[in-house]
């Protein structure tokens, strides 16, 4: 008889049940509605907590209202060995089963199916075979089954797998409303849990009780814990918490990135191996991925019990991935800058306005011939037909600057049309307003130095969404980054958005300010532009300046900190310039003369010095690239002359130029003649690494 506490029970958690609408119909209609059992076991399979065992008991009601015997089996109060499990379930199955109809069908649940996997082999080879055909295994389990299973031919088509994933938005937004959590507190809890069903539970436990602030973990360490030791109740050693922390850091962990996140990286292997056994690790082609639940739970952990290891982690993650992107092939850089903007999740500002889960399923690709029309057809759908006319244009005119977002089928999925702005070019041949708006931003503000070039991010969208928040959204903003990263010669990029405001927080997160002086309109629409100066702020000074980002866990919404390293930036005109080399000479080896050099504040000196150095190691780094810029000089047949008279003159000085010309054994004019000829050439290559046409050493 059930009890009444028992019923107010029941009834609580059925008025706590959302979701799952699709596992119970395709139970049903596989299931219930075939007249026979299509298989032997139904098993259920999922990370902790994501509500396997609510569902088996979903599919317990659904078969008794259709007159099926249900067994219940709780395998943690199983003993895992052949006879003590035989001796408490033979009992259950002759109450049941005898006296019923030899046809009447029947279900036997068996929950927490893991706790078996010691006598695995013998239930498959042994128990379960044995059973009536009308009973039905339904079975639930954090692993999925060994892989004997659906290798074994007796098990072939006899086992369907089910796996149970986490409750979309709105189901996870019905979930708090029937709780009755605040509509304020909803949006940091949904942030936090994605849709897994005991975190939504807990977190709702805790907002109720904390109804003036929105969920933060910080705020509810035994949140986290719970959800922790639900997880991950058992962790072997230090080393299998920091190979758990690095890959929950990560957006996807293979076995060499795991080497250099740890230390020593010398049991990589077997932690990884160790890894991949875990019931909330999904592989993926890209390496192993951590349930996103359990990702902020063990982040959330770490930083609450040891945030210097946090920031440790952090940067070793980050230092990995800029040796990838500088030394590996071009084809991985999309992915790897995905990879480096990831770290950045954590900040509250950027983590809404971006998608990670699926942009890196997305292909990138150049424009191919088939593109066109669907190019043209997207830019209409949003822009309207007189932007589509100039993106016909301007395909015709650089293709080259078309990157294509790919569907794995192959279909395009958005779009970036980059635009490049020389100092005199062809562009101006397309009555463009947002390239006239661009250059005339330049001319004024920011004008071209011979050799420099701009780039104008004409479109971007996705096909479905535009401007959206979306995952082609993202992989449009990380082609820029890439593009802002290996370009030569790049000064000056803009890029517009149709929405400027809704974007503000992400560009000045990224350094990028508001440049109204090039908002442009087209069609009766207008467009707000953002932009940056790299020859005030070059790529590397940039990257470094992001990386004190990833650890910030309050909101950055002003670029205040970026325009103060801007304001220290020098960007000096090709006179200027080769007026301070030759300062730079005559100063060499006098630290107290190379002090007030202009050169200690350009992009040339600070992409090598780092731009938080002090101004002995910026001096010390421009004397490193003045040696540098004539040491393959020194050996070469056609520049040694020119090397030798910058020798003598600065690098290593005589008294007197006359001394210098009788120490080369040359006459005056001729070592004079080499010596203006090699200042020349050192002026020459030094500008080529300012503007960044050549990269610098």
Same mark, same amino acid.
């Given at each position: 008889?059930?009890?009444?506490?028992?019923?107010?029970?029941?009834?609580?958690?059925?008025?706590?049940?959302?979701?799952?609408?699709?596992?119970?119909?395709?139970?049903?209609?596989?299931?219930?509605?075939?007249?026979?059992?299509?298989?032997?076991?139904?098993?259920?399979?999922?990370?902790?907590?994501?509500?396997?065992?609510?569902?088996?008991?979903?599919?317990?009601?659904?078969?008794?209202?259709?007159?099926?015997?249900?067994?219940?089996?709780?395998?943690?109060?199983?003993?895992?060995?052949?006879?003590?499990?035989?001796?408490?379930?033979?009992?259950?199955?002759?109450?049941?089963?005898?006296?019923?109809?030899?046809?009447?069908?029947?279900?036997?649940?068996?929950?927490?199916?893991?706790?078996?996997?010691?006598?695995?082999?013998?239930?498959?080879?042994?128990?379960?075979?044995?059973?009536?055909?009308?009973?039905?295994?339904?079975?639930?389990?954090?692993?999925?089954?060994?892989?004997?299973?659906?290798?074994?031919?007796?098990?072939?088509?006899?086992?369907?797998?089910?796996?149970?994933?986490?409750?979309?938005?709105?189901?996870?937004?019905?979930?708090?409303?029937?709780?009755?959590?605040?509509?304020?507190?909803?949006?940091?809890?949904?942030?936090?849990?994605?849709?897994?069903?005991?975190?939504?539970?807990?977190?709702?436990?805790?907002?109720?009780?904390?109804?003036?602030?929105?969920?933060?973990?910080?705020?509810?360490?035994?949140?986290?814990?719970?959800?922790?030791?639900?997880?991950?109740?058992?962790?072997?050693?230090?080393?299998?918490?920091?190979?758990?922390?690095?890959?929950?850091?990560?957006?996807?962990?293979?076995?060499?990135?795991?080497?250099?996140?740890?230390?020593?990286?010398?049991?990589?292997?077997?932690?990884?191996?160790?890894?991949?056994?875990?019931?909330?690790?999904?592989?993926?082609?890209?390496?192993?991925?951590?349930?996103?639940?359990?990702?902020?739970?063990?982040?959330?952990?770490?930083?609450?019990?040891?945030?210097?290891?946090?920031?440790?982690?952090?940067? =070793? @993650?980050?230092?990995?991935?800029?040796?990838? #992107? /500088?030394? &590996?092939? +071009? %084809?991985?850089?999309? *992915?790897?800058?995905?990879?480096?903007?990831?770290?950045?999740?954590?900040?509250?500002?950027?983590?809404?306005?971006?998608?990670?889960?699926?942009?890196?399923?997305?292909?990138?690709?150049?424009?191919?011939?088939?593109?066109?029309?669907?190019?043209?057809?997207?830019?209409?759908?949003?822009?309207?037909?007189?932007?589509?006319?100039?993106?016909?244009?301007?395909?015709?005119?650089?293709?080259?600057?078309?990157?294509?977002?790919?569907?794995?089928?192959?279909?395009?999925?958005?779009?970036?049309?980059?635009?490049?702005?020389?100092?005199?070019?062809?562009?101006?041949?397309?009555?463009?307003?947002?390239?006239?708006?661009? =250059? @005339?931003?330049?001319?004024?503000?920011?004008? #071209? /130095?011979? &050799?420099? +070039? %701009?780039?104008?991010? *004409?479109?971007?969208?996705?096909?479905?969404?535009?401007?959206?928040?979306?995952?082609?959204?993202?992989?449009?903003?990380?082609?820029?980054?890439?593009?802002?990263?290996?370009?030569?010669?790049?000064?000056?990029?803009?890029?517009?958005?149709?929405?400027?405001?809704?974007?503000?927080?992400?560009?000045?997160?990224?350094?990028?300010?508001?440049?109204?002086?090039?908002?442009?309109?087209?069609?009766?629409?207008?467009?707000?532009?953002?932009?940056?100066?790299?020859?005030?702020?070059?790529?590397?000074?940039?990257?470094?300046?992001?990386?004190?980002?990833?650890?910030?866990?309050?909101?950055?919404?002003?670029?205040?900190?970026?325009?103060?390293?801007?304001?220290?930036?020098?960007?000096?005109?090709?006179?200027?310039?080769?007026?301070?080399?030759?300062?730079?000479?005559?100063?060499?080896?006098?630290?107290?003369?190379?002090?007030?050099?202009?050169?200690?504040?350009?992009?040339?000196?600070?992409?090598?010095?780092?731009?938080?150095?002090?101004?002995?190691?910026?001096?010390?780094?421009?004397?490193?690239?003045?040696?540098?810029?004539?040491?393959?000089?020194?050996?070469?047949?056609?520049?040694?002359?020119?090397?030798?008279?910058?020798?003598?003159?600065?690098?290593?000085?005589?008294?007197?130029?006359?001394?210098?010309?009788?120490?080369?054994?040359?006459?005056?004019?001729?070592?004079?003649?080499?010596?203006?000829?090699?200042?020349?050439?050192?002026?020459?290559?030094?500008?080529?690494?300012?503007?960044?046409?050549?990269?610098?050493?």
């Amino acid at each position: 008889m059930v009890s009444l506490w028992q019923e107010r029970w029941a009834a609580a958690r059925q008025q706590e049940w959302v979701g799952r609408g699709a596992e119970l119909s395709a139970f049903y209609e596989e299931v219930l509605a075939a007249p026979e059992w299509p298989f032997q076991a139904w098993m259920v399979i999922g990370p902790p907590g994501i509500g396997k065992t609510s569902l088996l008991q979903q599919y317990a009601h659904l078969c008794r209202d259709a007159g099926v015997v249900v067994l219940n089996v709780d395998a943690r109060v199983l003993d895992p060995h052949p006879i003590p499990f035989l001796q408490a379930l033979q009992p259950l199955l002759n109450e049941a089963l005898n006296g019923t109809s030899s046809s009447r069908r029947a279900v036997l649940l068996i929950d927490h199916y893991e706790r078996l996997k010691p006598i695995d082999p013998w239930l498959r080879g042994v128990f379960f075979s044995r059973l009536p055909q009308t009973l039905l295994l339904l079975l639930a389990s954090r692993d999925p089954p060994l892989r004997l299973w659906p290798e074994d031919p007796t098990w072939s088509g006899l086992l369907r797998i089910a796996p149970l994933g986490d409750l979309d938005r709105e189901e996870a937004q019905d979930y708090l409303a029937r709780r009755g959590v605040p509509p304020a507190q909803r949006a940091s809890i949904l942030a936090f849990a994605h849709g897994h069903p005991l975190a939504l539970r807990l977190m709702a436990d805790w907002a109720l009780q904390h109804a003036d602030r929105p969920f933060h973990p910080n705020d509810a360490p035994e949140v986290v814990q719970a959800l922790r030791q639900r997880f991950i109740p058992e962790i072997p050693g230090p080393m299998h918490q920091a190979a758990l922390e690095a890959c929950a850091l990560v957006r996807a962990l293979t076995e060499d990135l795991l080497g250099d996140l740890i230390d020593p990286p010398g049991e990589a292997h077997e932690l990884f191996a160790w890894l991949q056994e875990l019931p909330f690790m999904e592989t993926r082609p890209q390496g192993l991925v951590v349930h996103e639940t359990a990702r902020e739970v063990i982040i959330a952990d770490l930083c609450w019990r040891n945030r210097e290891g946090f920031v440790t982690l952090h940067h =070793r @993650a980050r230092s990995a991935y800029i040796q990838r #992107l /500088r030394h &590996g092939p +071009r %084809a991985w850089e999309p *992915r790897l800058l995905l990879d480096c903007l990831y770290l950045h999740r954590m900040n509250p500002a950027l983590r809404p306005l971006l998608c990670w889960e699926t942009a890196g399923s997305i292909g990138v690709d150049r424009l191919q011939e088939g593109d066109l029309l669907s190019v043209i057809a997207m830019v209409k759908r949003h822009e309207g037909r007189a932007s589509a006319d100039l993106a016909a244009g301007w395909l015709a005119h650089q293709p080259h600057g078309a990157v294509i977002l790919r569907a794995p089928g192959g279909e395009p999925l958005g779009f970036l049309l980059r635009i490049t702005l020389h100092s005199a070019g062809p562009e101006d041949s397309l009555p463009d307003p947002a390239v006239q708006a661009a =250059r @005339a931003y330049l001319e004024q503000e920011a004008p #071209l /130095r011979p &050799g420099e +070039r %701009a780039t104008l991010f *004409r479109f971007w969208m996705a096909r479905e969404t535009y401007q959206a928040v979306s995952d082609v959204q993202t992989l449009c903003f990380i082609c820029a980054v890439q593009h802002h990263l290996s370009a030569r010669g790049l000064a000056f990029s803009f890029f517009p958005c149709a929405e400027p405001d809704f974007w503000a927080p992400v560009f000045a997160y990224m350094g990028m300010k508001r440049i109204p002086q090039a908002d442009f309109e087209v069609g009766g629409r207008r467009y707000g532009v953002y932009g940056h100066d790299w020859r005030v702020m070059p790529p590397s000074a940039w990257l470094s300046w992001m990386a004190e980002r990833e650890i910030v866990f309050e909101p950055l919404f002003s670029s205040s900190s970026s325009e103060q390293f801007l304001s220290t930036v020098r960007v000096l005109r090709r006179p200027e310039f080769d007026e301070a080399v030759r300062e730079a000479l005559r100063g060499f080896g006098r630290p107290e003369v190379l002090q007030t050099n202009p050169l200690l504040n350009t992009r040339l000196v600070l992409d090598r010095s780092g731009p938080n150095a002090s101004l002995s190691e910026r001096i010390a780094a421009l004397q490193a690239l003045l040696k540098k810029a004539l040491a393959d000089w020194e050996i070469a047949p056609r520049d040694q002359k020119l090397y030798q008279a910058l020798y003598v003159t600065y690098l290593h000085p005589a008294p007197t130029q006359e001394q210098a010309a009788e120490r080369l054994n040359r006459p005056f004019s001729t070592y004079r003649r080499h010596l203006k000829l090699g200042i020349a050439r050192l002026c020459q290559r030094l500008w080529e690494w300012e503007i960044g046409v050549v990269a610098s050493p």
